[in-house]
C-alpha cells in the first residue's frame, strides 16, 4: 500500500520515453503513468471520465484484490459506477472454489456480450482463481472472443501493464503465470469501508485437503514479512481504520516459511501494540495447526475479536482422512471444547461439505454429532462439488443426488437449531458494536457487528458509521439482534 499522494509525485517524476524499469513496483508506477495518459485521451474523446466496475466472487481474499484493482484503475482515471452493464470497463474478478460460482461468471459474461456490442468502448477483464484453470482459458479463447484481458492470481500486481497493453491492442490478451515467489509491496489500494479493512498476511496453500482446488490456483504458501504487515496496518490506522482483518488460507502456518520465523501468536501480539486498532479479526484457521500459544493470545487480548472460524468440513474420521485434513473428529472436537472452556464467550463458526466421495449417512451422523457437541455459532454448509484436478474428483463413490439433498438438509437443520440457541445467550446485555452501516430496510436504524460478530440493529444516524457504541440488546431474532444505545 502506498500513500496516494506519494504515488502521484513519484508518477509525474517519470520519463514516460524512458525503456520501463524493470524492478517493481516503479515498473508499475511506470504503467500507471502510461496508463494515465491514455485514459486522459479517452476521457478527451468521450468528453467524460470512462466508468469501471470490479465485481467480486469467492472469499475476503478475492475482496481484497479488488480493492487493489479498484485502487490502479482509480489512480489512473477511471471512475466508479457500481453497474457492469454501464461500465466502459468491466472487471470479473472470479472463484472456482466450487462449480455454481464458475456458472455465474459465463451467465454475467454471456448477458454482457449484449452491452457490448452498444458500446463498442466497452472492455471487459476477467481474473482470479477460475483463471488458473487451463480448461476455463480454453473455453473462453474458443467461445467468448469478446473479452479483452485475461490474467490470473499471480501476475495480479501487473494490472496497470496489462491495461496499457490492453489499450494499445484490440485483440484478447492472456497472460496467466504458473506461480510465484513474488510479493510486490506498495500498489494503490481503494478501500470498501473507511473503517474497516482487510490485510494479506500471507498468500497460497500448501494443505491439498483432497476436494481443493485453492492450492493450485493459489500457489504455493508465501508469507509477507511482519514488517510490512504492521507497516501496512499503521498506514490504514492514520486512514481511519479501527477494525482489521488478517487474510489467508491457513493464517496458523503464518510465518514458518520466513527467513526469520514467527508464529501467528506472536505476529498477533505485535499487531495487538499498535495504536488507535480497536479490533483485530483473522480468517481461516486450520484446526491442525491451531497452537495453544494462540488459544492463550487470544484469551489475554483486548483487541482480537471474540470470534473463531474453524473449518470443520466433516465429523467423520475416516472421511476426515479421505479428504487429507490430518486430524480426528475427536482431535477437533477436543480442540473446540478447550477453545470455549477458555474463553467462554467466543463465538465459534465452522465450514461443512456434504456429500464428499464414499459419504454414507453414518458419516453424516457424526458431523451431525460434532455440530451438537461443539454447539456452532454458524456454520457455512456446502455441497461436495467436483472439481477437476483435485484427487477426491478422481475418487470412487460419488455419493448420488438425492442422497447428497436428503443430508445436506439434516446438516442444515441442525445447525439452524444449534445455533439459535447459541445466539441468544446475550441478550439483555451491553455489548460494544461497531456500526458499518445505516439500516437498507429501515432508515432510522443503524446496523454494526458485535465483537462475536453477530449483527445488531439500533436506531441512530449515519453519523455514527464508524464508531463503537455500547448497546443494549433488547431481543434476538435467530441470527440477529435488535437493541437500543445503552444509557452511561
Ligand atoms: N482455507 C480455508 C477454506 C477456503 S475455501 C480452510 O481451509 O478453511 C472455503 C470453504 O469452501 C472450505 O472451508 C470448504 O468448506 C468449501 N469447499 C472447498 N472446496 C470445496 C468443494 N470442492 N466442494 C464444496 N465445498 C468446498
Ligand atoms: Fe483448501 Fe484445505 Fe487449503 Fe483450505 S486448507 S484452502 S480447504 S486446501
Ligand atoms: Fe474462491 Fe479463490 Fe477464494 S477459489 S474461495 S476466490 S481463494
Not at 477483464?125 to 485475461?150: H, N, P, T, W
Not at 491439498?208 to 500457489?219: A, L, N, T
Not at 429501515?442 to 439500533?458: A, I, K, Q, W
Request: hydrophobic share 35%.
Amino acid at each position: 500500500m502506498i500513500k496516494n499522494d506519494d504515488l502521484e509525485l513519484q508518477m509525474q517524476r517519470l520519463d514516460l520515453t524512458a525503456t520501463p524499469p524493470t524492478e517493481e513496483p516503479q515498473r508499475q508506477y511506470f504503467y500507471m503513468a502510461k496508463a494515465k495518459k491514455m485514459v486522459g485521451e479517452l476521457t478527451a474523446r468521450l468528453g467524460r471520465k470512462p466508468t469501471f466496475c470490479v465485481t467480486t466472487f469467492g472469499c475476503q481474499m478475492n475482496a481484497r484484490d479488488s480493492e487493489k484493482l479498484s485502487g490502479i484503475l482509480e489512480q489512473i482515471g477511471y471512475v466508479d459506477n457500481g453497474t457492469d452493464e454501464k461500465s466502459d470497463f468491466v472487471i470479473y474478478n472470479t472463484c472456482t472454489v466450487r462449480d455454481n460460482a464458475n456458472q455465474r461468471v459465463y451467465g454475467r459474461l454471456g448477458a454482457l456480450s449484449n452491452y457490448k456490442k452498444k458500446n463498442p468502448d466497452m472492455r471487459i477483464a476477467l481474473c482470479g482463481c477460475m483463471m488458473q484453470e487451463q480448461s476455463v482459458i480454453d473455453k473462453l479463447k474458443k467461445s467468448y472472443r469478446f473479452v479483452d484481458l485475461i490474467f490470473g492470481t499471480h501476475n495480479i500486481f501487473k494490472f496497470a501493464e496489462l491495461v496499457c497493453d490492453m489499450l494499445e491492442n484490440d485483440d484478447m490478451i492472456v497472460d496467466i503465470w504458473e506461480g510465484t515467489d513474488q510479493i510486490v509491496e506498495d500498489l494503490p489500494i481503494v478501500r470498501k469501508y473507511p473503517f474497516k479493512s482487510g490485510i494479506n498476511i500471507m498468500f497460497g496453500c500448501n494443505n491439498f485437503c483432497s476436494y481443493c482446488i485453492v492450492p493450485y490456483v493459489r500457489g504455493r504458501e508465501r508469507s509477507r514479512t511482519p514488517e510490512d504487515i504492521i507497516r501496512e496496518i499503521e498506514m490504514l490506522v492514520e486512514d481511519g481504520v479501527i477494525e482489521i482483518m488478517l487474510l489467508g488460507q491457513n493464517v496458523n502456518s503464518y510465518g514458518k516459511t520466513l527467513e526469520n520465523s514467527i508464529s501467528f501468536a506472536e505476529l498477533l501480539q505485535r499487531i495487538e501494540k499498535i495504536e488507535g486498532l480497536e479490533r483485530i479479526r483473522f480468517m481461516t484457521s486450520h484446526p491442525k495447526d491451531l497452537s495453544d500459544e494462540l488459544i492463550q493470545v487470544m484469551r489475554d487480548s483486548k483487541k482480537i475479536c471474540r470470534h473463531l472460524h474453524l473449518p470443520l468440513q466433516s465429523g467423520s474420521t475416516r472421511i476426515l482422512e479421505r479428504m487429507n485434513r490430518r486430524y480426528t473428529k475427536e482431535q477437533y472436537v477436543e480442540l473446540a471444547l478447550k477453545i470455549r472452556r477458555e474463553i467462554p464467550d467466543i463465538s465459534l463458526t465452522t465450514d461443512i461439505i456434504v456429500g464428499f466421495p464414499g459419504e454414507t449417512d453414518e458419516d453424516v451422523d457424526d458431523t451431525i454429532d460434532v455440530i451438537r457437541t461443539v454447539g456452532y455459532d454458524n456454520a457455512f454448509t456446502f455441497i461436495y462439488s467436483k472439481r477437476t484436478g483435485t484427487p477426491a474428483a478422481a475418487m470412487e463413490n460419488q455419493v448420488p443426488e438425492d442422497v447428497v439433498k436428503r443430508n445436506f438438509n439434516r446438516v442444515l437443520a441442525t445447525v439452524q437449531e444449534v445455533s439459535k440457541n447459541r445466539t441468544i445467550v446475550f441478550t439483555g446485555q451491553d455489548v460494544e458494536v461497531l456500526v458499518e452501516e445505516v439500516n437498507e430496510h429501515d432508515e432510522s436504524l443503524v446496523t454494526g457487528r458485535m465483537s462475536n460478530n453477530t449483527m445488531v440493529h439500533f436506531k441512530g444516524n449515519e453519523e455514527l458509521i464508524g464508531t463503537i457504541q455500547t448497546v443494549h440488546l433488547d431481543e434476538c431474532h435467530g441470527f440477529y439482534y435488535t437493541g437500543h444505545i445503552a444509557e452511561k
